[in-house]
Structure formats: structure tokens, C-alpha cells
């Protein structure tokens, strides 16, 4: 997996053995829609889901002031600071937690990117866990990938649908709050 813009273009990021890397389609797809809702630019991430990272380094690479990288296996954590280190990226955080039981903040982060493991039913704790503990604030931009449509549980959870697209298998969806 290739980085597609900014100051890491063209670095490699290595496929890791439980990850679902989001390709460069998918991703392209994502960034460019993104970029008609908020400015990357010195914006704060989290990545959610991480596994190898590449929407959190992507962003990094584009100009976010920071991401933050949720994942709950520990040698893909491991992995995620591996890149860090060797990259020289000082500005990214690896938490090594499940999605479900994210601790609370007092700021929210300005983009949100989750891609959960297609065949969890937990999704709809992760959600809540993400707005609960003010994961997502009024103007941050919630951005999940899903294997299938469920765009109507975040929309009765006060959540307004942005956009949606599916590409391959994957669904994307781009949420606010209301």
C-alpha cells in the first residue's frame, strides 16, 4: 500500500497478516469527498479499526496536526509505532484499545475515520462508545466503512447521512451530528 499525496507520497506501507487495508480506490474515494466537507489541513484524526493505518497516514500525509490510531491487537499497535518511529512522525498517537470501550474526552476529534471488521455485529456499540465519550463533536465528520447498509441506525442515533457510496463490497458512509 502506497501513501497518494502529501509529504509521504509513495511510501510503502507493508499489508499486516489480520488487517483489511483500505485501498487506494477506496481511499481516493474517501479523501476526495472529504475534501469538499472539511479542510485536512491542521485538522485532528482519529482512525478507528486502524489495522495498517493507511487512512490515519494518508491524512497525516495531507496535512492533519495529528491522528490518533485506535486498534485493539497489539502487534498491529506494535506495527503502527514501528512505522512511526521509522517514519519520524511525531504527531500520531497508537492506542491500543477495543473500539467499544474508548475512554472519554474533552475535545472531539475534527475527522473520524472507523473500519471495523466487516463480520463484527459490535459495530453498533463502537458508534455509541464514539458519541458517548465525545469521540465526535458538533462539526466532526464521521466517516465509516461498512460491509453493508446500516446508514438507518446512525440516523436514529442523531446522526445526518453527509453521503454514501458503495465501491466493491465496501459501503461508504460520511455523517455529522444533527
Given at each position: 500500500m502506497k501513501i497518494l499525496q502529501?509529504?509521504?507520497k509513495f511510501k510503502t506501507l507493508s499489508h499486516l497478516e489480520k488487517s483489511r487495508p483500505l485501498i487506494s480506490k477506496i481511499?481516493?474515494?474517501?479523501?476526495?469527498?472529504?475534501?469538499?466537507?472539511k479542510n485536512l489541513e491542521h485538522s485532528t484524526v482519529a482512525d478507528i479499526c486502524a489495522g495498517s493505518g493507511t487512512f490515519g497516514f494518508e491524512a497525516?500525509?495531507?496535512g492533519a496536526i495529528n491522528?490518533?490510531?485506535?486498534e485493539k491487537d497489539i502487534r498491529t499497535a506494535?506495527?503502527?509505532?514501528h512505522i512511526c518511529r521509522n517514519w519520524n512522525i511525531e504527531n500520531a498517537r497508537v492506542t491500543c484499545k477495543d473500539a467499544r470501550y474508548l475512554p472519554l474526552l474533552t475535545?472531539?476529534?475534527d475527522i473520524i475515520f472507523c473500519d471495523p471488521p466487516f463480520l463484527h455485529d459490535?459495530?453498533?456499540c463502537m458508534i455509541n462508545?464514539?458519541?458517548q465519550k465525545n469521540w465526535v463533536g458538533e462539526s466532526s465528520i464521521l466517516i465509516v466503512r461498512l460491509a453493508n447498509d446500516i446508514s438507518q441506525y446512525f440516523i436514529k442515533n442523531k446522526m445526518k447521512l453527509l453521503y454514501s457510496n458503495k465501491i466493491g463490497v465496501s459501503y461508504i458512509f460520511f455523517f455529522s451530528k444533527e
Open positions: 502529501g509529504k509521504y481511499r481516493k474515494s474517501i479523501f476526495d469527498v472529504l475534501h469538499g466537507f497525516l500525509s495531507r491522528v490518533n490510531f485506535v506494535s506495527s503502527l509505532r475535545t472531539a476529534y459490535w459495530i453498533s462508545a464514539l458519541l
